[in-house]
């Protein structure tokens, strides 16, 4: 062979050697730090979790953490037959915290949309919720129109967000990093109304009784599931069969009772949070 032919050849060599390098690999299942097996092995799971968003997910003042979502997390880890590490997240950092490996699993009040499935996995929806909007009673605010030329609150990262960026283009929108934020933006008179998922706007108002949800539905009805790190099918499917094992056994049913009906007035009906199916 040539010595130019030689050289061609080595050079050659070495550039498929470092695109090789470079390249990401496939997934290997038993290199999958999220799989049931792996998990099972570490003794925790970790779970992302809302801090401030009473009743799904917060801390009392006495420390303990509960809601709905920390009932459902406490009740996976039981199954699983491990420790629950809970991992505390606002709204626009539950992507992030399954991407960075931060958590294997997130269980804070998560909306499924086309958008957010290009980035994660989720397991089957266990609750249906829609946009509601809340506002003062002196000047409440019952349909979308009204909005225009005002401002809005919304937390960073929601479909209300997405909601009224895309769909209602005439609103002025306040955007806050985390439910506690956005609530004090509203109590302190910074904006008209404030936008977020019906279920726990028609708890917050219940204990602030000179707000009301005068939009109640807007939008069509979305669904609330556990968000998985994309392509983790492993664990996507064994949360499948638990939701579907905890409907079997009246779970969601006895979780509404426990931490969301002490929170709801007359205008919300198990029926319009849980799914049994």
């Known amino acids: 062979m040539k ?9 050659a060599f070495a550039a498929a050697l470092s695109v090789a390098a470079i390249a990401p690999q496939p997934t290997k299942a038993a290199s999958n730090a999220s799989s049931v097996s792996a998990i099972k092995k570490r003794g925790t799971i970790k779970i992302a979790v809302f801090g401030d968003l009473p009743p799904y ?12 979502d920390v009932a459902l997390a406490r ?22 915290a399954l ?26 929806p266990y609750m249906k919720v829609s946009i509601g909007v809340v506002s003062p009673k002196k000047k409440v605010i019952t349909k979308a129109s009204q909005l225009k030329g005002k ?3 919304v937390t960073k990262g929601t479909t209300a967000e997405n ?14 990093d985390s439910k506690t934020q ?20 028609f708890a917050w108002v219940k ?34 069969k638990e939701i579907t094992k905890l409907n079997k056994k009246g779970f969601f049913k006895k979780d509404y009772n426990d931490n969301l009906k002490p929170y709801f007035g007359s205008d919300v009906k198990p029926s319009d949070i849980i799914i049994t199916k």
Not at 105 to 124: D, G, H
Not at 163 to 176: A, E, H, I, S
């Open 99 to 124: 991407n960075s490996n931060k958590v294997d699993m997130v269980l804070a009040n998560f909306t499924v949309t086309p958008e957010r499935k290009q980035a994660v996995s989720f397991a089957k």
């Open 207 to 240: 204990n602030h009784k000179n707000y009301k949800v005068g939009i109640k539905t807007l939008g069509p009805n979305q669904y609330i599931a556990p968000g998985i790190k994309k392509g983790n099918k492993n664990l996507t499917s064994w949360m499948n």
């Open 3 to 11: 010595k130019k032919s030689v050289l061609k050849f080595s050079l």
């Open 75 to 96: 009740q996976v880890g039981k199954d699983l037959g491990t420790k629950v590490k809970f991992v505390q997240v606002n709204a626009d950092s539950r992507v992030d």
């Open 57 to 68: 997910g917060w801390v009392t003042k006495s420390g303990k953490r509960t809601g709905y």
């Open 151 to 153: 401002s809005l609150i």
């Open 182 to 201: 956005q609530f004090n933006a509203l109590k302190n008179g910074r904006a008209a109304a404030l936008a977020d998922d019906n279920s726990y706007l």
């Open 163 to 176: 909601y009224f960026t895309t769909k209602q283009k005439g609103v002025t929108l306040q955007k806050y």
